[in-house]
């Protein structure tokens, strides 16, 4: 298992969710958070192998299972009607396009 959020604090506040690689803005879409694509492939290519699944509980936008679709299988679940509608768009695009590496 790789469980990679956002902690909430103050104190962490300006470091984003993963600390050193980027800060957390808003989205074309409106949607706060998204994490960097390339370091989610990296992340889902050094811990996982093709063929597995890649299960994201809260998915937020989709990122997770953007940098995962193609390769892996995708299962993710999110609380936010918006950021629902904005992860399956997403992920729905990669999958139309084939593998984008």
């Known amino acids: ?3 990679v959020a956002r902690r909430r604090s103050q104190a962490m506040a300006r470091w ?3 600390p050193g690689h980027y ?3 808003r989205s074309r879409d409106g949607y706060r958070g998204g994490k960097p694509i390339g370091l989610m492939r990296e992340i889902v290519r050094d811990y ?3 063929g597995w699944t890649v299960a994201d509980p809260c998915c937020g936008w989709g990122t997770t299972l953007v ?3 193609g390769t ?3 299962w993710g679940a999110e609380v936010s009607p918006e950021a629902h ?3 399956v768009r997403r992920v729905g695009e990669v999958l139309a396009q084939g ?3």
């Open 1 to 3: 298992w790789l469980v």
């Open 16 to 18: 984003g969710s993963l």
């Open 23 to 25: 800060i957390a803005t």
């Open 48 to 50: 996982s192998r093709p």
């Open 67 to 69: 940098a995962a679709a």
């Open 72 to 74: 892996r299988q995708v």
């Open 85 to 87: 509608k904005v992860a």
């Open 99 to 101: 593998v984008l590496l």
